[in-house]
C-alpha cells in the first residue's frame, strides 16, 4: 500500500497519519519531521533547510526528493509506506513517479484533506507538539495534559501559516489534477472529530 496525504498545512495529516499506518502495517514519511529531525541533530541538510523553514518557504526540490528517495529503499518500506507533506511541488510528483518506477511498485491512492482556510489558521496557531512524546494537540479543540512540555513551531506563527498556505494554493494545487487524471484523487472532507475524519479515510482505501 503505498498512500499520498496530501491536504494543506494543518490539515489533520500528521494527526491521522498514525492510524493509516497501524491499519496497513507500513510507515509514515513525514518530508517535515525528518527535515526537524535533520535541524536538531544540526546536521548540514538540517541547518540549510531551517533557513527555508523558519521562513515558512518551502525547502528546495533537490533536497527532499533526495532524503524520500533513500527513506524508500529501507527495508521497512518493502511492505508500502504512507508519504504526509510530500510530494508538495509538480517536479516532486514527476520524481516520485520516477523512484516508484525504478523500485517497480506504484502509486495506490492519494488521499486530499479538503479544510476551509479559516479552519487551518486557527488550527495551526493553537497546535501544539508534545515534545517527549511527539503527540499533536490543539489547545482549544484537544487540550494537552496539564504536565505537558509543548513546543509550538516556530513556523505555526499566524504570518508563517498565511505564507504556507499561500504556498500550497499556489503550487501543491497543482497535483489535484495530476492526480485525479490518473483516478487516484479521493477528496476526503476533513472538518469533524478525529474519528469522523479517520473513518472517511478509511472508507476510501480497499480493508
Ligand atoms: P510540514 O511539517 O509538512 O508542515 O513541513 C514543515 C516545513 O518543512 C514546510 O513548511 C517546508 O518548509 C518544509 N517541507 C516539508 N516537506 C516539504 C516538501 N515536500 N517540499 C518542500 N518543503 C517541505
Redesign the pocket.
Given at each position: 500500500m503505498i498512500v499520498i496525504l496530501l491536504g494543506p498545512?494543518a490539515s489533520g495529516?500528521?494527526t491521522q497519519a498514525g492510524a493509516l499506518c497501524a491499519r496497513y502495517g507500513i510507515p509514515q514519511i513525514?518530508?517535515?519531521?525528518m527535515?526537524?529531525q535533520a535541524q536538531a541533530a544540526g546536521t548540514a541538510l538540517g541547518r540549510d533547510?531551517a533557513r527555508?523553514?523558519s521562513a515558512?518557504?518551502?525547502?528546495p526540490?533537490s533536497v527532499?526528493i533526495g532524503l524520500v528517495g533513500e527513506r524508500i529503499a529501507a527495508a521497512d518500506c518493502q511492505p508500502g509506506f504512507l508519504l504526509?507533506?510530500?510530494?508538495?511541488?509538480l517536479a516532486?510528483a514527476q520524481a516520485l513517479d520516477q523512484l516508484l518506477t525504478e523500485r517497480h511498485c506504484k502509486l495506490d491512492a492519494v488521499l486530499q484533506l479538503d479544510v476551509p482556510r479559516t479552519l487551518l489558521v486557527e488550527r495551526a496557531v493553537l497546535r501544539r507538539t508534545d515534545k517527549a512524546t511527539g503527540k499533536i494537540y490543539h489547545l482549544k479543540y484537544n487540550p494537552p495534559p496539564a504536565d505537558a512540555v509543548l513546543d509550538h513551531r516556530g513556523?505555526d506563527q499566524e504570518d508563517k501559516v498565511n505564507k504556507?498556505l499561500d504556498d500550497f494554493e499556489r503550487v501543491t494545487t497543482a497535483l489535484i489534477p495530476y492526480y485525479q487524471a490518473r483516478n487516484l484523487l479521493h477528496r476526503i472532507d476533513g472538518v469533524g472529530s478525529l474519528a469522523e475524519v479517520q473513518a472517511r479515510l478509511f472508507a476510501a482505501l480497499p480493508g
Open positions: 498545512p495529516k500528521g513525514s518530508t517535515g519531521d527535515l526537524r533547510a527555508f523553514m515558512g518557504q518551502l525547502v526540490d527532499v504526509d507533506g510530500f510530494p508538495r511541488t516532486q513556523d504556507r
